[in-house]
């Protein structure tokens, strides 16, 4: 609820003022406690999405130092003898052709986070 939905709110409803002297400043109490809240939101909904952006970035480098290392240095394993090996290659020539989907999958959000000028939420605007 911004600044301008509560003036509306209290504008159309007329609240009573109580003859307590204190009222305003509890009032005042109350909001900096919610403008606090809001800002803490605020500070952890950026954390969050620095982490989620970075951790993100981090896989695609390790993962891109990973297949570059394995491309120039192989190490030949007799795979044979090792049938846990032997099922995962089998597993990735049966569905090579469906690797590059992971990777699209992440241009994608990447061009999703970097191109919306404000963000409320993670994918969706909060509102």
């Keep these: 609820m911004n600044q301008q939905n509560i003036e509306k709110y ?4 007329k609240p009573l003022v ?3 002297p204190y009222f ?3 009032v005042q109490s ?3 406690k919610v ?3 809001k800002v803490e939101v605020d500070r952890q909904n950026k954390k969050t999405r620095i982490a989620l952006i970075s951790t993100l970035f981090i896989g695609l480098i390790v993962g891109t130092f990973c ?5 120039f240095h192989p190490i030949h394993l007799d795979i044979e003898q090792n049938k846990i090996l032997l099922q995962a290659i089998q597993f990735l ?10 990777i699209a999958l992440c241009a994608i959000v990447l061009g999703i986070f970097f191109s919306r000028e404000k963000q409320d939420g993670f994918f969706f605007p909060l509102r």
């Design 30 to 32: 109350k909001m900096r």
């Design 24 to 26: 305003i400043l509890e």
């Design 35 to 37: 403008k606090g809240i």
């Design 93 to 102: 020539e049966n569905y090579k052709s469906y690797l590059p989907i992971p």
């Design 10 to 13: 209290l504008r159309e409803h």
């Design 67 to 71: 297949m570059v290392l394995v491309y």
């Design 18 to 20: 109580k003859d307590n």
